[in-house]
């Protein structure tokens, strides 16, 4: 579980998803997913040299899409961003944090105008304010914009206080650094296993497709009590849901299968718990099966889907910072969280609305109107360290935003540091000549997704 706003940022499919066949209380039914407009056609890919959309040659090709903040920007901007980096936040963004921090947008899925932040101090002051509710939902599409809902039972990403609270303190004591630390052996067995089945495949090896996916879905089936084998189903629906080219019904579709499964599941363990994270919260007794089944949603899929991104993108990032690699290889111990800084792989994501007019950054917000934090230019802020555009994973500990903050800080961070640490180290430990199999321009960056990542990584050493 890694960087993200609690688990795994704003997404209105995770937020608002269809229900399963579940038993609720009286009173306590959930609405159903709110219906997206079929036909929806998602705005169209340019295309690399190649011809392929996800082909990085279009990095090189910046001019062709200005950024927010440029001179040819007329308030329109894309969600998300292009990044014309892999590494770095989109461009734009930079200026932009300069001269407004906080600036009118138009969304250019529904018309919506919003405000878009950008600074370190305005990013986090909004974060924490609970003048804006999480409870945001809707945004790709004209016929679904922005606008504010009641969220699902369990679906605690999107909720306010005083229901946000009660679920976080139900979680957090499972979540602890004392509990997470004892998942070290195993992770570190975990780990083990799969560079053993790395060293017998043939080179190259798709790194994201033996390490990065495994890893943290083995972990996240343990930690929660949930079967190995059934993590295609969690893996489609976590690809399926964070890629916004999908259309509505194929990713409500997918929640639906990976709810009902789930669901079975809880339904099997209240006959027998056992001392996993399920098994723990259906014997406390308080959260009913619905509830349930949605934190098993939200941890899933950002428990699986967010750390791949990091554990893939990271490594092509220290292939191309050798000094940097070095010293992660001999265990720098603050590499997790510089890495988490610089990548920022979850961004523009975080949407919030306001519940009364407020000021931020010298600009007057109405009630009922929506912001947008930006983390990655937040942590490319030159108010958070000295010299943000280098990786230095020796740098003294940051205040970075890349796993959130305020109420809604990431669940899982200390997990997510510690499998970071365990992963990149084993790693580079065991294959000190590894490399990448292909130019920077070849690999296949995921540009549609709401998580920055890599589709694919051919290694060697």
Same mark, same amino acid.
């Given at each position: 579980?890694?960087?993200?706003?609690?688990? %795994?940022?704003?997404?209105?499919?995770?937020?608002?998803? =269809?229900?399963?066949?579940?038993?609720? =209380?009286?009173?306590?039914?959930?609405?159903?997913?709110?219906?997206?407009?079929?036909?929806?056609?998602?705005?169209?890919?340019?295309?690399?040299? %190649?011809?392929?959309?996800?082909?990085?040659?279009?990095?090189?090709?910046?001019?062709?899409?200005?950024?927010?903040?440029?001179?040819? #920007? %007329?308030?329109?901007?894309?969600?998300?961003?292009?990044? !014309?980096?892999?590494? #770095?936040?989109?461009?734009?963004?930079?200026?932009?944090?300069?001269?407004?921090?906080?600036?009118?947008?138009?969304?250019?899925?529904?018309?919506?105008?919003?405000?878009?932040? !950008?600074?370190?101090?305005?990013?986090?002051?909004?974060?924490?304010?609970? $003048?804006?509710?999480?409870?945001?939902?809707?945004?790709?599409?004209?016929?679904?914009? &922005?606008?504010?809902?009641?969220?699902?039972?369990?679906?605690?990403?999107?909720?306010?206080?005083?229901?946000?609270?009660?679920?976080?303190?139900?979680?957090?004591?499972?979540?602890?650094?004392?509990?997470?630390?004892?998942?070290?052996?195993?992770?570190?067995?975990?780990?083990?296993? $799969?560079?053993?089945?790395?060293?017998?495949?043939?080179?190259?090896?798709?790194?994201?497709?033996?390490?990065?996916?495994?890893?943290?879905? +083995?972990?996240?089936?343990?930690?929660?009590?949930?079967?190995?084998?059934?993590?295609?189903?969690?893996?489609?629906?976590?690809?399926?849901?964070?890629?916004?080219?999908?259309?509505?019904? /194929?990713?409500?579709?997918?929640?639906?299968?990976?709810?009902?499964? +789930?669901?079975?599941?809880?339904?099997?363990?209240?006959?027998?718990?056992?001392?996993?994270?399920?098994?723990?919260?259906?014997?406390?007794?308080?959260?009913?099966?619905?509830?349930?089944?949605?934190?098993?949603?939200?941890?899933?899929?950002?428990?699986?889907?967010?750390?791949?991104?990091?554990?893939?993108?990271? !490594?092509?990032?220290? &292939?191309?910072? =050798?000094?940097?690699?070095?010293?992660?290889?001999?265990?720098?111990?603050?590499?997790?969280?510089?890495? &988490? $800084?610089?990548?920022?792989?979850?961004?523009?994501?975080?949407?919030?609305?306001?519940?009364?007019?407020?000021?931020?950054?010298? /600009?007057?917000?109405?009630?009922?109107?929506?912001?947008?934090?930006?983390?990655?230019?937040?942590?490319?802020?030159?108010?958070?360290?000295?010299?943000?555009?280098?990786? #230095?994973?020796?740098?003294?500990?940051?205040?970075?935003?890349? &796993?959130?903050?305020?109420?809604?800080?990431?669940?899982?961070?200390?997990?997510?540091?510690?499998?970071?640490?365990?992963?990149?180290?084993?790693?580079?430990?065991?294959?000190?000549?590894?490399?990448?199999?292909?130019?920077?321009?070849?690999? $296949?960056?995921?540009?549609?997704?709401?998580?920055?990542? +890599?589709?694919?990584?051919?290694?060697?050493?």
């Amino acid at each position: 579980m890694t960087p993200n706003p609690e688990i %795994s940022g704003h997404s209105a499919r995770l937020e608002h998803s =269809p229900h399963p066949e579940v038993a609720e =209380p009286p009173g306590n039914s959930p609405r159903s997913g709110i219906p997206e407009p079929s036909g929806r056609s998602p705005r169209p890919e340019p295309a690399g040299p %190649s011809g392929n959309p996800d082909h990085p040659g279009r990095f090189a090709d910046s001019a062709s899409s200005p950024g927010p903040g440029s001179s040819a #920007d %007329s308030g329109l901007f894309e969600v998300p961003i292009r990044r !014309t980096c892999p590494f #770095d936040p989109p461009p734009g963004l930079a200026g932009l944090r300069a001269a407004e921090p906080v600036t009118r947008r138009v969304m250019p899925l529904d018309g919506t105008e919003l405000w878009l932040v !950008t600074s370190h101090d305005l990013v986090r002051r909004m974060l924490a304010d609970p $003048r804006w509710s999480s409870s945001v939902d809707g945004g790709l599409s004209p016929e679904q914009p &922005l606008h504010m809902a009641e969220p699902e039972p369990g679906m605690f990403i999107s909720m306010d206080a005083p229901e946000h609270a009660r679920y976080r303190r139900m979680l957090t004591a499972h979540f602890t650094v004392q509990r997470m630390n004892r998942l070290r052996p195993r992770i570190e067995q975990i780990v083990a296993e $799969r560079l053993d089945a790395m060293e017998r495949l043939p080179r190259p090896v798709d790194l994201v497709a033996e390490f990065a996916l495994p890893i943290p879905s +083995l972990v996240i089936c343990e930690l929660l009590g949930m079967p190995y084998e059934d993590r295609a189903e969690f893996q489609e629906a976590a690809r399926t849901v964070v890629d916004m080219t999908t259309p509505p019904e /194929q990713a409500d579709a997918a929640l639906a299968r990976l709810g009902a499964h +789930l669901a079975k599941l809880i339904a099997a363990k209240r006959e027998e718990p056992d001392d996993a994270l399920i098994g723990e919260l259906i014997r406390e007794g308080v959260l009913t099966d619905g509830e349930l089944v949605h934190i098993s949603i939200l941890l899933l899929l950002a428990g699986h889907e967010t750390t791949a991104n990091m554990l893939g993108l990271g !490594t092509l990032l220290l &292939l191309h910072h =050798p000094d940097q690699l070095a010293l992660v290889r001999e265990g720098a111990p603050g590499a997790a969280d510089e890495l &988490l $800084r610089y990548l920022s792989i979850v961004d523009l994501v975080i949407f919030r609305g306001a519940k009364e007019d407020l000021t931020l950054g010298g /600009q007057e917000i109405e009630a009922g109107q929506f912001g947008l934090a930006s983390l990655a230019a937040a942590n490319r802020d030159p108010a958070l360290c000295e010299d943000p555009d280098r990786l #230095d994973v020796t740098r003294p500990k940051t205040a970075h935003v890349a &796993l959130g903050f305020g109420p809604h800080q990431c669940l899982g961070q200390n997990l997510a540091r510690l499998e970071l640490e365990i992963a990149f180290q084993a790693l580079l430990r065991r294959f000190p000549g590894l490399r990448a199999a292909v130019p920077l321009e070849e690999v $296949r960056v995921r540009e549609n997704a709401a998580i920055h990542g +890599l589709h694919s990584l051919p290694v060697t050493w």
